[in-house]
């Protein structure tokens, strides 16, 4: 497939594009610092963007298979920039017909898992208190995704870890996998691809968790 990254320098970002030339596809990856993306490959294309202008990004996503997103805020101090970015790329996809699209969201922003336990919906409630301003960011992007022409995932997991890919982890399509409070961000990248062509996760968010 011939797909587009957006958010490539990012942990999650370079994780799919590391699977996906793994696997074979041909990548595109937008990024504005290229020294900071650390992966390579024949199948590797890198295109340097600011995501300001969704004219400029028109060539990035014209003609692929699938957009795949890791944008979004890395501390309090960035919230509102997966919804404002969000919007650009989803600007240059409806100028050029590219219809595929999954992003990065958190699991705060869906609903909990059936059956929580007074732990998970405590652990939920104080996480979601301390990062309000970034999951309203998320939960804006999220409208902004519903809005849009595009056939759209959000991807939502839980707190993150930087650990090897297992493979191993659980999706829930509307909903949160039980007592699912971690996932490494190279599981999420391998759920997001594999994501892509499951027609049952389109215009859905997406849990994901161990």
């Not at 504005?32 to 996503?61: I, K, M, Y």
């Not at 870890?161 to 490494?184: C, D, E, H, M, W």
């Amino acid at each position: 497939m011939e797909l587009t990254v957006f958010g490539a320098t990012g942990g999650i970002g370079q994780e799919i594009v590391r699977q996906a030339l793994g696997a074979g596809h041909r990548v595109t990856a937008v990024v504005r610092d290229p020294a900071r993306l650390t992966v390579t490959g024949a199948n590797l294309e890198v295109f340097r963007a600011d995501l300001t202008d969704p004219e400029s990004l028109r060539p990035a996503v014209a003609g692929r298979h699938a957009v795949l997103s890791g944008l979004g805020a890395r501390s309090r101090k960035d919230a509102g920039v997966a919804a404002r970015l969000t919007r650009t790329v989803l600007g240059a996809m409806e100028a050029e017909q590219v219809r595929r699209l999954l992003v990065v969201s958190a699991s705060p922003v869906g609903p909990g898992a059936e059956n929580d336990t007074p732990l998970d919906r405590a652990m939920r409630s104080l996480i979601s208190s301390l990062l309000k301003d970034v999951y309203a960011d998320l939960r804006e992007m999220e409208g902004e995704l519903a809005a849009s022409s595009t056939d759209w995932t959000a991807v939502r997991p839980p707190r993150l870890q930087n650990k090897p890919l297992t493979g191993s982890y659980r999706t829930v399509v509307g909903g949160f996998p039980p007592k699912g409070r971690f996932i490494a961000r190279a599981d999420v990248a391998h759920a997001m691809l594999a994501m892509i062509d499951d027609p049952g996760t389109v215009k859905q968010g997406v849990g994901v968790a161990y």
